[in-house]
């Protein structure tokens, strides 16, 4: 028997063991820990994580889960299942769930679209008890859900809310885009407080931009002298992207440009106009306008563009012939109509580059052998800029290619592609229909009827205008095709008619990208494109030549009364050279755009042009290319980087997409009482 002392002993050694072993065992039943969960913080989970920590809670988090849950859907774009889950919220939410909760309320109405919705809600939330995480997305929603005034103090409340350089940098690139797209009588009408210091700082940097956005080096120290102005505002210290590139300006080079044109072939005829308006711009051969263009400059007969175009080089050269009839060989001047002016766009415009003794230019002949052996051997004999392909199959290649070579390229492809060293620039009947469409839209136009040829430029027109059209946010575009001459008159001698009737245009446009700031995502709105209205038409567009608007006009009269008729809008396609005053008489209050070139923006180089081309119209549009080909050459870095640079050309008004395609904004004409004056 041991002794009671050793017993005593193991024994006191026994109960520490014990204890340690009953607390383990105490803490292993507890299980692990539940996650926290805050709903006034970021939320970088999985909805389906969220719903799974939902599912297993039982207490108080269970809402906050919830929460969490429904916010991860929106993110995730899945409007249903958030709506389900809004649904069965509980009635009863302390003050922190509640604001949260008309926080996700918003986010779904602004998801569906419903603005006045987002609105409202977001008038019950009180921002000064929302976290900074919380506040920062209140106005991400307020942006999301207006426009003007209300969405730029929402986009300045929200700056100081972010912390991450990259949204700080999304923010402002924002805050700009939506000054920068303002209309002059927006920007001007727009009335601020004295103590809103920031948005004052924004209105003048908008106002130093428009002022010296065709001067780099005048816009680089006007920035800097904003800078200085205003050191305290956001994009003092983090400049728009779209600005920070003109610190970094540099001119592009011409010093040796390769000009790549068809030289033989069908596309020859398209080739040599152009290379003959290059070649005057370039050597100062261009006729100036005169001092008093309203009093010498005669109404000049746009062409039928059935130069479908120009550019549309792949076409055959019949497409751009010239008219053959005895009316065309003579001095449009006989028309003595009002010159129509060019539209010059508010803000600094630049104009057509000064010609240059010094600048060396070869030509290359695309006809002759691949346009990647072409564009090589450019290289190889120094070129520092290229103009052209012409041909849209040689367009189409230029993306596959690697070449450091900046290119202006005399077409533009089905699919454009962003590249730093590439831009678009096409005469062509979708880029006609898209101005048609502004045009059409600044005049109070919503429901236009498109009236073309049974055909492939037909279908191509259709969809170019739609997509501009839903892009503006019109509904659905109608259109009505038309077969020959032949069917035209018969529709006539039948009393057929045309109606103002038609199908809808399945156009595809290019939707906006989704904005995700301080972890807020809103996607891009996938909803449907509004319907076409009850069904009248209050415009309409027509793409024919100048026989076929001789018959489609009557054909309109006779089953559309006088007080039903819509505007007609017509294409440069229906007015021809030497168009009699009978037909200007029949075309009474038809809208019609040209190039200013044609529209008697600058009458003496139009008289030496006509001449050279023996008044060939069609060729005359050519050679306006040519002349703004030279001076797009001579300001590439500018177009390519500068956003909103523009140039007064003689095709239009051009200014580029971010995309770097040149847009032109045409000159638009009415015939009225037998005259052409411009379009009021």
Excluded at 131 to 143: G, M, T
Aim: with cysteine.
């Amino acid at each position: 028997m041991l002794p009671s002392k050793v017993i005593h002993n193991k024994a006191g050694r026994c109960v520490p063991l014990l204890l340690a072993a009953l607390i383990f065992a105490g803490c292993s039943g507890q299980g692990p820990q539940a996650p926290t969960v805050n709903v006034q913080g970021t939320a970088t989970g999985t909805s389906d994580s969220y719903l799974q920590q939902m599912q297993q809670s039982s207490d108080d988090n269970k809402v906050d889960w919830q929460l969490l849950a429904i916010r991860a859907l929106l993110n995730e774009g899945k409007i249903p299942q958030a709506s389900d889950q809004l649904a069965n919220l509980p009635q009863q939410l302390n003050d922190v769930q509640h604001q949260e909760s008309l926080l996700l309320q918003a986010q779904l109405k602004v998801m569906q679209k419903d603005a006045a919705g987002a609105a409202q809600l977001l008038q019950q939330i009180d921002a000064a008890s929302l976290s900074k995480e919380q506040q920062a997305r209140y106005y991400q929603l307020q942006i999301a859900g207006s426009q003007g005034l209300t969405q730029l103090r929402a986009y300045i409340a929200q700056e100081p809310l972010l912390s991450s350089p990259a949204d700080k940098q999304k923010n402002i690139d924002a805050t700009w885009l939506a000054l920068s797209q303002m209309t002059p009588e927006q920007a001007n009408g727009l009335v601020i407080n004295a103590d809103e210091n920031t948005l004052q700082g924004w209105l003048d940097l908008l106002n130093v931009y428009k002022a010296n956005v065709s001067d780099p080096t005048m816009l680089k120290a006007g920035i800097s002298d904003w800078q200085t102005r205003y050191p305290n505002n956001p994009a003092a210290k983090m400049l728009p992207t779209a600005l920070s590139q003109v610190q970094n300006f540099q001119q592009s080079s011409t010093g040796k440009i390769a000009l790549l044109l068809p030289l033989s072939g069908q596309a020859q005829i398209f080739a040599k106009a152009i290379q003959k308006g290059f070649d005057d711009a370039r050597n100062g051969a261009l006729a100036q306008p005169a001092a008093q263009p309203q009093a010498a400059a005669a109404s000049t007969a746009p062409v039928d563009a059935n130069t479908a175009t120009p550019v549309d080089a792949n076409a055959a050269p019949a497409a751009a012939s010239p008219a053959t009839d005895s009316a065309a060989a003579q001095p449009a001047a006989q028309n003595s109509d009002s010159a129509a002016q060019p539209a010059v766009q508010n803000g600094s415009v630049a104009q057509t580059a000064p010609p240059s003794s010094s600048a060396q230019v070869q030509v290359y002949d695309t006809s002759s052998q691949p346009i990647d052996q072409v564009l090589a051997q450019a290289q190889k004999d120094g070129a520092t800029l290229v103009v052209g392909p012409l041909l849209k199959s040689n367009v189409e290649r230029l993306a596959a290619l690697q070449t450091p070579l900046n290119i202006l390229a005399l077409n533009e492809p089905e699919t454009v592609q962003n590249h730093p060293n590439l831009c678009y620039f096409a005469l062509s009947p979708e880029d006609e229909a898209r101005d048609a469409a502004h045009h059409m839209w600044d005049q109070g136009k919503r429901s236009p009827l498109l009236l073309v040829p049974r055909s492939s430029l037909g279908d191509r027109v259709s969809k170019a205008f739609a997509a501009e059209w839903q892009q503006l946010g019109g509904a659905t575009v109608l259109q009505q095709q038309f077969g020959s001459q032949g069917e035209l008159k018969q529709g006539i001698n039948s009393g057929a008619g045309l109606r103002l009737t038609g199908t809808p245009i399945v156009a595809q446009p290019q939707q906006p990208q989704g904005v995700t700031i301080a972890g807020l995502t809103i996607p891009a709105p996938q909803a449907d494109t509004p319907a076409a209205g009850d069904g009248s038409v209050d415009s309409l567009y027509v793409v024919a030549t100048q026989d076929e608007m001789a018959l489609i006009k009557p054909s309109l009269s006779m089953r559309v009364s006088s007080r039903n008729m819509a505007q007609i809008y017509a294409s440069s396609r229906s007015y021809q050279a030497g168009s009699g005053p009978d037909y200007r008489l029949e075309m009474e209050g038809v809208q019609f755009s040209d190039i200013p070139l044609l529209s008697g923006a600058n009458p003496a180089l139009m008289q030496q042009a006509a001449k050279n081309f023996n008044n060939d119209y069609s060729q005359v549009r050519l050679y306006a290319m040519g002349v703004d080909a030279w001076t797009l050459a001579n300001h590439f870095n500018e177009v390519r980087q500068l956003p909103g640079f523009r140039l007064q050309g003689e095709t239009g008004n051009l200014s580029a997409t971010q995309d770097c395609v040149i847009n032109r904004k045409l000159v638009w004409s009415q015939y009225r009482q037998g005259q052409i004056v411009p379009a009021s």
